[in-house]
């Protein structure tokens, strides 16, 4: 058993050590709100000043592209196929929701008229003619505002935007479709910033409101296939927060993130078990086993990262404040074991199977988090002695994992509940 527990360290820690990101010449230091690659070479980031960059060389060179205008910030990019393309955002003078369309991948670029004012924070095409984009803002601004937000469909490849859903009481950040009728919306209840999510099954025709059990604003979503997704979220003052679902959001669950101040504005898998998610401070965090676990990447700055994507589970960027663009070739892996994180043996936990208390042994002190396979967790406190016990009585049967995560260090575990 002792041997098994070695194992799942190492594997933690591999993934924990020396994260290889590197900032790439941008040629830019406006705000880079989003990035999206149509294949291994070709991609585009967006941003403020009406930013639009191009690089065809997997990133080494970005070549600025002409978007018809310096006043617009562009929020998110997206494209349903190499030629077409689309990004949303606002004027400057927040008087006009943008919508700009490309079918020459990305050397013209045409205005399409959203119909709205609102801040469009992101777009999502399930065909080259079939998009979403979703948005929205303070209306009246001070004590005597209050927040609208909407979604806008096209099945015309955005000759025209039709509005499929619109409130007064929440804010949308992202959208996200699975298939061409089932597709979700997230973002938060404006008056106490709960995470509030969206589904439609019927192509945006009607949407329910799914209970995400938190107190913290949701800025995105990322499904894997059609019943497995992910939402990330936080604030800048408390813990930020990941949730799976793995029954198209009849349940979400709260996934051990590292619990670490701040939050999570972009989270993108590009394999089944594999997942990134950035945010503030220049966060990266990254899964290799569908978020039970997410350990801590190096990025090296400390700018607010706004966008992930992944073209293969190796190959990544994210982009943020100051037009940083970071790029890593292999899944932000280690070139070289250093000491961000120390070799460390196993988490000594005993009895072990048992039905009421647990006692863990350990020499460091950090913070400690129990987690169930499916990755809800049950446990998260500081400790700082050496022994410790907990009463597990109350959790249902099963087998749980412990993390215990220190100054530069982890150790994990498990043990079965009977």
């Known amino acids: 058993m002792k041997n098994f527990y070695a194992v799942i360290v190492a594997l933690f820690l591999i993934n924990g050590a020396m994260a290889q990101w590197l900032p790439q010449n941008s040629g830019t230091t406006q705000e880079l709100s989003s990035v999206y690659f149509t294949d291994a070479n ?74 709205t004012n609102q801040v469009l924070e992101s777009v ?84 329910t409101t799914q209970n995400i059990g938190g107190y913290e604003s949701l800025y995105s979503v990322f499904f894997t296939n059609a019943d497995t997704g992910y939402v990330a979220g936080g604030n800048l003052y408390t813990t930020n927060k990941i949730y799976k679902t793995t029954n198209g959001g009849i349940l979400w669950t709260n996934q051990d993130s ?73 899944g932000g892996g280690f070139v070289g074991v250093d000491n961000y994180y120390n070799t460390t043996n196993a988490l000594d ?6 039905s009421t208390n647990i006692t863990i042994e350990t020499h460091i002190k950090g913070f400690l988090s129990i987690t169930n396979i499916g990755g809800q967790q049950f446990f998260h406190q500081e400790i700082t002695e050496p022994k410790t016990q907990i009463d597990i009585s109350s959790l249902p049967n099963g087998v749980y994992f412990v993390r215990l995560t220190g100054d530069r260090t982890v150790q994990v575990g498990k043990f079965m509940k009977l």
């Open 258 to 330: 590292l619990m670490s101040i701040g939050l999570l504005a972009s989270v993108h898998f590009p394999a089944q078990d594999t997942g990134y998610a950035v945010g503030t401070g220049g966060t990266i965090l990254k899964t290799t086993n569908g978020g039970t676990f997410w350990i801590n990447q190096t990025s090296g700055v400390t700018n607010w990262l706004h966008s992930v994507h992944f073209t293969d589970p190796n190959n990544g960027y994210a982009v943020g404040q100051n037009g940083i663009i970071l790029k890593t070739t292999n």
């Open 124 to 207: 999502y095409f399930t065909d080259a003619n079939t998009g979403y984009a979703v948005g929205n803002i303070n209306v009246g601004g001070g004590t005597g505002g209050y927040t609208a937000c909407i979604i806008l469909k096209t099945i015309n490849g955005g000759t025209n935007w039709t509005e499929k859903y619109s409130d007064t009481s929440f804010r949308f950040y992202s959208v996200f479709f699975v298939n061409a009728d089932t597709g979700y919306v997230v973002g938060s209840a404006d008056t106490v910033s709960e995470g509030y999510i969206i589904k439609t099954t019927d192509g945006g025709t009607n949407w």
């Open 349 to 354: 936990i005993y009895p072990c199977p048992t």
């Open 42 to 115: 070709i991609g585009f980031v967006v941003g403020n000043g009406g930013t639009i960059l191009k690089t065809t060389d997997g990133g080494l060179n970005w070549i600025p592209q002409y978007s018809g205008s310096t006043t617009d910030w562009f929020r998110s990019v997206y494209f349903p196929n190499a030629n077409t393309g689309y990004t949303v955002g606002i004027d400057i003078y927040g008087n006009n929701g943008i919508i700009r369309k490309t079918t020459n991948g990305g050397i013209d670029w045409t205005n399409q008229n959203s119909g």
